[in-house]
């Protein structure tokens, strides 16, 4: 410990030195006053009491003695380390952790491997490190009141900033062109350790002389390739942006937001920028939803090569060398004959060489080598099959490129990345969240200002009075201009809420931004946005051949080009590439043949005429069109995975080509890559037809779980209108069917669950009856005898916490925790603004808090109708449930001695016990993922209410234990009252029953119980309703 005070207070005072003779004086010189004794004592104070704090929180107190070794360790690479660390955390007022990653896994493990210390990855290390840096250390060093005069203030901190951030870092070119100190290769076992002078063990061979002049001519041709490649938006085929057919991809670039994935998410713990989880994590898996941005993340990276490096936090990509790994085509590659042991840098070589570019491969290595790839693999979800040998190849090859500090990226949509991940130990996953309000508008006003800025004028340059008053006004002119489109755009985004939800995927808002151009009513369904898409292309296809811009028709022989033949031709097209072709792009020969065949086979042509018309209308599509792009020396693909999956809908639908379409539909309903193009084909088919193929989803012989689930999200999609009533009724029941089979899988009864709640879920309380259409709403219990007490978790013996107990009155207790669906009708009924539902203390506190929907109502993991209501107060449950008792005595299924209330903690604990000693209200059978939510299970949020069948108390009552806890009627200090509390006041804590997702397996019991002030609005925490006779 003694060493470690001295070792940080040089490396500041170095620190701060250094930047003020840098960046000039912003940072004042007198944190060098830090040296004085007195001001030592209380630094060195203020370490021993953060490291004392450290080992506190940490439960791994090996994890901390390594860390705080590394930290006193002697070595330059240690002491640069520290210099780090203090700038960033320290210091600055935005910490760059990239810089502080990239230094340790590049430099600091490599010296220390060979020097024979143990150090962690950083995976382990980096809650550790910035636990210290960012939490215990600050707070340590804040409470030393002589520190506080000599410590930068806020501003002068953001100055630093904001000083760092215009601060040009080195360029990566010439980081990739430096030469070692001694440059090695080692063969026969021989071992290289990375460290400034190399040390070899074994033989070794001088490496021969590179040529640095050909690595910097690659790397000046790839850049080329990439942002001519990835750094625009091609919307050529659309008429109003036809003076300049690409967009800057930066112009409308906006960043999202993601959220760890994997392990239960806490709604109270907001989303972060995806670009930090890119600076800060080496190892990223990036989820999303189709169209959600993640190929355009990836793009955005690629983008970022060659452009000037600062030191701005989460400058992303500055100092990176981004290689794109299509991991479709790798796996399409390997599934060639002869190609089951293509190597990942052999299939680069071919991959880059097929799009007709020199080959990379020096550049690729050289920058493996050095630490500075980011290796982005795209699209694992796309790979057809066998996906698990392919993750574990990549697998493979991250860690034989993990050590000298590369970083490696994965993208794949959420459906069905679960059936084979990259190994959670090495990577972090995160999912995008969709765009919220604010987002929206951002991306609006961006897309005002690239469109509006296509048709700006170039005057001439010139410093004279004339030319600047030219270029005021029109910039004057152009912001008008945008201000009124974005404003536009805005209102008929947000006037409907349908639209407003398609606009939360930003593929959908580019779409939508597009149509809004034409002047056309926006649709609210995403089948019917497509839809508009490709008439738009087609049409302005026709437009684009006038230069007046009036209507000329275009032909194809005798067809005229319109949306109808443009599907009858590109359908059965991307149903091909879909079905045969995983990687997405085709030969044009192949894509030439595929054309004409359609033509002979669909309107009767002679070969050789479909083949000449084939040929024109790819080159057409060369030449005017965005929907299908030549991505390489002809080699074609759709301008977007959705486009494919569209298009392959509609040939599924309409194209004669394909044989036994109802097959299909049976044969791809457990295939998560075909999930988006069965749901769009319903979505697509007149109401007759859609009916009939939601059937034919239905009758799918088992296992028919995920049919089942496919067809209400169709269901979902094309609406009330969309189908007959028959297939409502039908779907529901099936729904039903999954969620009362403890052996559906757990994914589909979650999502059985979710859908009944968008759907209509006949199991919620119905205002006019009092009870629930499907399965009952109240669950009866009768007076008597039962056990009462803690049986204490499962790893330890059973205490003799259980002792006989009596309940005087019978009651009924809902079946199911109150959701979100059921609390919407109080707040839609003037929940929060009535007094007379309200306790005493319950509306002082509404008063005083000014709550008008629970804590959690927006947020996107807690508010779907079938969910748990979450984030409610005791006095918001108290007061539905004094609301619910006067509904239901007007209306007249609640007697007048009748009401609804909590539960007390003992009518709690004789509805999940029943009147013998089980553990669980199923019994003593150990939890599964067939009775309760609990940790392990990989949920993120509180489950959809009934997915656990097995799980049933002996009444009937579902989903006592784990995923939330529900609040009672009992106070912790009177725990065996009798009487239901009817307020809480000040300083009393209502009992909680039942645990959480958050607790383990062993947890859990029929005894588990907490308290909390009632005030309490936790993401975890809400309540079930009791029927009771007056006592």
């Known amino acids: 410990m003694s060493a470690l005070a001295p070792a940080l207070l040089e490396a500041l005072v170095g620190v701060t030195r250094h930047i003020t003779a840098t960046l000039g004086p912003f940072i004042p010189t007198n944190l060098a006053a830090l040296t004085q004794p007195t001001l030592r004592s209380a ?30 360790h002697p070595d330059p690479w240690a002491a640069r380390l520290r210099e780090l660390a203090v700038e960033e955390f320290l210091v600055a007022m935005t910490p760059n952790l990239a810089v502080v990653i990239d230094h340790y896994r590049r430099v600091v493990c490599p010296q220390a491997a060979q020097l024979g210390l143990d150090l962690p990855p950083w995976q382990r290390l980096a809650p550790v490190f910035t636990l210290f840096f960012g939490h215990t250390l600050p707070e340590a060093l804040s409470a030393q009141s002589r520190l506080q005069p000599h410590w930068p203030t806020p501003s002068q901190r953001k100055t630093l900033d904001h000083l760092r951030a215009n601060q040009p870092a080195r360029p990566l070119l010439d980081q990739l062109l430096a030469q070692p100190t001694q440059a090695l290769v080692a063969t026969h076992g021989a071992q290289i350790a990375h460290v400034h002078q190399t040390l070899v063990q074994g033989d ?7 040529a640095p002049a050909d690595i910097a001519a690659l790397f000046v041709r790839y850049r080329a390739f990439v942002l001519e490649t990835f750094g625009t938006l091609d919307f050529r085929g659309i008429i109003q942006v036809q003076a300049a057919a690409r967009i800057d991809l930066e112009q409308i670039y906006i960043p999202i937001q993601a959220r760890l994935w994997g392990n239960v998410r806490m709604p109270r713990e907001a989303p972060r920028p995806l670009h930090q989880y890119v600076c800060e994590e080496p190892f990223l898996v990036v989820l999303g939803d189709p169209g959600s941005g993640k190929s355009t993340l990836v793009r955005y990276l690629l983008t970022r090569m060659g452009r000037t490096a600062t030191r701005q936090p989460c400058a992303v990509g500055a100092d990176w060398l981004p290689i794109f790994f299509p991991v479709a085509a790798f796996a399409e590659a390997r599934s060639r004959p002869g190609g089951a042991d293509l190597a990942p840098l052999t299939y680069l070589h071919d991959y880059y060489a097929g799009l007709s570019q020199p080959d990379y491969s020096p550049l690729f290595l050289r920058a493996l080598e050095r630490g500075q790839a980011l290796m982005l693999f795209d699209g694992l979800d796309e790979v057809r099959s066998d996906r698990a040998a392919i993750v574990r190849t990549l697998e493979a090859f991250v860690r034989e490129w993990d050590a000298p500090g590369n970083r490696f990226l994965a993208t794949s949509r959420s459906v069905g990345y679960a059936d084979a991940p990259l190994d959670a130990q090495l990577f972090t996953t995160v999912e995008i969240e969709a765009l919220d309000d604010d987002q929206i508008g951002d991306f609006i006003w961006r897309w005002s200002l690239a469109y509006e800025a296509l048709a700006e004028a170039i005057y001439p340059a010139g410093d004279d009075l004339y030319h600047e008053l030219v270029r005021d006004a029109v910039a004057a002119e152009l912001a008008v201009r945008v201000e009124q489109r974005s404003r536009s755009l805005r209102g008929v985004v947000f006037a409907d809420a349908n639209v407003a939800a398609l606009a939360r995927n930003p593929l959908l808002l580019t779409i939508l931004a597009l149509i809004h151009n034409q002047g056309a009513r926006l649709p609210d369904r995403r089948v019917d946005l497509y839809r508009l898409c490709v008439e738009a292309l087609a049409e302005t296809w026709n437009r684009s051949r006038s230069l007046s811009g009036r209507a000329v028709d275009l032909y194809l022989g005798d067809e005229r080009l319109d949306e109808r033949f443009v599907v009858n031709l590109l359908g059965p097209v991307a149903l091909w590439i879909h079905s045969e072709q995983p990687g997405g792009l085709v030969d044009q020969d192949d894509l030439e043949d595929r054309i004409a065949a359609t033509l002979v086979q669909a309107d009767g042509l002679q070969r050789r005429r479909a083949r000449r018309m084939a040929q024109d209308f790819v080159e057409l599509m060369r030449r005017d069109t965005g929907l299908l792009q030549e991505r390489g020396y002809r080699r074609f693909g759709f301008l977007h995975l959705t486009f494919e999956e569209y298009l392959a809908a509609r040939g599924l ?43 034919h989803l239905l009758a799918t012989p088992p296992p028919r779980d995920q049919a089942v689930v496919l067809a209400a999200e169709c269901l979902l999609d094309i609406g009330r209108n969309g189908a007959s009533q028959r297939a409502w009724e039908q779907t529901i029941a099936e729904l039903l069917t999954l969620l009362a089979d403890p052996a559906t899988p757990l994914a589909s009864r979650l999502a059985a669950s979710t859908l009944l709640g968008h759907l209509g879920d006949p199991r919620c309380l119905d205002l006019a009856s009092g009870d629930a259409a499907a399965g009952g709403y109240w669950c009866a219990i009768s007076a008597g005898a039962f056990w009462l007490g803690d049986e204490g978790t499962a790893h330890a013996a059973r205490r003799p916490h259980l002792h006989p107990a009596q309940l005087a009155h019978p009651f009924m207790i809902a079946r199911l925790p109150v959701t979100n669906a059921e609390f919407a009708a109080f707040i839609a009924a003037g929940g929060y603004h009535e007094r007379r539902w309200w306790s005493e203390s319950g509306w002082l506190w509404l008063t005083l808090n000014g709550a008008r929907q629970p804590a959690y109502w927006e947020d996107t993991h807690c508010s779907a109708p079938a969910q748990p209501v979450v984030g409610v107060a005791w006095y918001e449950a108290h007061a539905y449930c004094t609301w619910l008792t006067e509904v239901g005595q007007r209306v007249g299924w609640l007697a007048h001695d009748e009401r609804l209330r909590l539960p007390t903690a003992r009518e709690w604990e004789r509805a999940a016990r029943a009147h013998d000693q089980r553990r669980y209200p199923w019994g003593d059978a150990p939890p599964t993922s067939s009775h309760a939510a609990y940790a392990g299970l990989g949920l993120h949020a509180p489950a959809a209410v009934g997915a656990f069948p097995a ?23 009177d725990s065996d009252a009798l009487l239901a509390c009817e307020d809480v006041g000040r300083g009393e804590m209502p009992l909680i029953r039942g645990g959480d997702l958050a607790l383990g397996a062993p947890e859990l019991r029929c005894g588990l119980s907490g308290w909390y002030q009632a005030d309490q609005r936790l993401p975890t925490l809400g309540f079930r309703l009791l029927r009771v006779r007056d006592l």
């Open 43 to 72: 630094f060195s104070r203020a370490c021993t009491q953060a490291v004392s704090h450290l080992r506190r929180d940490m439960a791994d107190p090996a994890l901390v003695d390594r860390f705080l070794m590394l930290l006193e």
């Open 204 to 210: 070794l061979y001088t490496l021969p002389s590179s």
């Open 653 to 695: 639908l309409e194209s004669v080509t394909v044989d036994d379409p109802d097959g299909l539909f049976q044969r791809y309903s457990r295939d998560p890559r075909w999930r988006e193009v069965l749901r769009l084909a319903i979505g697509a088919a007149p109401q007759r037809e859609a009916q009939r193929l939601l059937l």
């Open 951 to 973: 799980g049933a108390a002996a009444c009937g009552a579902l989903d006592l234990l784990g995923n939330c806890w529900e609040w009672t009627a009992s106070l912790a200090e």
